[in-house]
């Protein structure tokens, strides 16, 4: 018997999972937006997966073989390497596929029980990016949020912070590196994939069809490869990209056909040229020089120059990343060639493309494993989802463990949580955290940061939780424009707590939106003036001196800011 929480999670998942597939998101790890619960008791064979409902159900034909089977809800992310070793974990909320020696994962949050740090709820909207290396190496990314995967040496990331100068947020997206440095700074409002050096950009002028404008390519350069003309454009593969001239409105389509796709797609090359008209309904990208594309409601796959060379004839197709690729017939998946003869017969519920001569199956839609290409397994199916290798590493769910988290055993990972703690007002949770680190790995980079944490950044002792609450309230007024009561509850966790310095910084962010930049600065200063190591009193401090017009005082506060914490992103875009 399932139980109502249970029931109502799986509903939300449903649509989470219907929402991924109406963005396209087709690849082998779209379906890791899964919310991963923590919760035990129920037997996942005894839990019957629910069709989305309303309107998700247009988007729900595009991906109904997703809901064909359970979807996971108690277990953990992890990696593995050729053996089948889990080698990396979390706790991660969101992870990717390994792609040029990285995988782009979100940190999941922490919170402090009975003296323990353990990984707390996860859902899609928590946690923050980071990007791990295939030796383990978890870098945070406090300050953008990457969900799309690394196709390149660079990648599209998305950054929505104050930046120094401004009293403004300014969403927006530019290119990183491989340890996540920002390398551009032109600011994009919205942009794709970056692949083969180009990236989808969306400009133009505004349409009736296209209120946001149109998609275009631009080079790491920022220059306009491509025109900005396509309602949908696809990253490039192998020098072909697949893309959209029209926009297609939800009350013309057929919905009385199976499918109701929303985009009528064609390849591109490089120059904006059409060199594969379609039109299709669906499409993926070029690997080994065939495409999986829909048409009629049927899979099949072209060569490069629009040839088919495997019929439309089947219910879903992976792609060729291998020398088979993964095709779906009857509800079972079996694999074809190049010429799309029948190589692994069709025995598997569920299946994935090849990758380094090995491919994720599953026999029973419960558990995965891995299967070499005379199809039989050769790591063995103990996993509750699995996904393609790269470079010797593997995404897979994994039973979950609420062991909690140990500074000895991921100091990172602590320290993160005590910075995440601090932005989320939980400032007792981040001394803990950073004192656990100090004592547990005293001479590890992670000790270094928590102790900086811990002067430029925590009050020296733990506050009473009526004065985090009441301070929690102020801010959360705040976001609420309810400056007034925002305004009288800073006043009095200020008076009542006169070494809770970052109220004060809260407190300016208030003055700052009101423009009453001179009663922020005599704030700040008196502020500073007792508690002269609080760096993002410098930052705030700036930002009023730049709303006053006085650029030489703001360039020095945010100069003292980053100073006192080079660490902290929230100021370093």
Known sequence: ????????????????????????????SSINFAEPALATGEVMSEVKMLKPDGSMQLWYYNCERLFRYPIPTNFDFAYIDKSGKVIITGPFNMANDFDHGVAVVKLGQQELKDGKLIAGPRTTSMGFSAIVASDGKITPLYNLDLKIPFYDELAVGYFNRMEPGTTQFRPHYDLIDRS?????????????????????????????????????YRNKENKQVIAAKFHEATRFSEGLAAVSPKAVSLLSMDRSKKSAHFESYSYIDRTGSVVIPGPFQEVRPFKNGLAAVLKDDKWGFIDKKGAVVVPFEYDWAGDYSGKLAPVEKDLLVGYV????????????????????????????AKKWGYISEAGDFVIAPVFQRAFRFDGGRALVYIDSDLEPITAAKDPVQLQAAARQARDAGQPNEARAACNAIIAAAPNSESAKQAQLLLTVGLPDHDLKPEIIDMNNKATFLIQTQKNKEAEALFKQVIAAEPRFFTAAGAYSYLLLSE???????????????????????????????????????????????????PYDTEYMQ
């Open 1 to 28: 018997m399932v139980s109502l929480g249970r029931f109502i999670a799986f509903r939300r998942l449903a649509r989470v999972m219907a929402v991924a597939c109406a963005l396209n998101l087709t690849s082998a």
């Open 180 to 216: 996540g440095t920002k390398v551009t700074n032109f600011h994009w409002e919205d942009a794709k994939e970056y692949s083969e050096g180009l990236v989808a950009v969306k400009s133009g002028e505004p349409t009736p069809e296209a209120q946001n404008g149109l998609w275009g």
């Open 515 to 565: 423009q009453r930049y001179d009663e922020g600065i005599e704030l700040l200063k008196k502020t500073l003036a007792n508690h002269p190591s609080y760096a993002r009193g410098y930052w705030r401090l700036g930002q009023l001196y730049a709303g006053k017009g006085l650029q030489d005082q703001a360039a020095t506060s945010f100069a003292k800011a980053k100073e006192l914490d």
């Open 337 to 364: 060639d190049g010429t799309g003869k029948v190589k692994i017969p069709f025995k598997f519920k569920d299946a994935r493309e090849f990758a380094e001569g090995l491919a994720a199956a599953t026999l029973d």
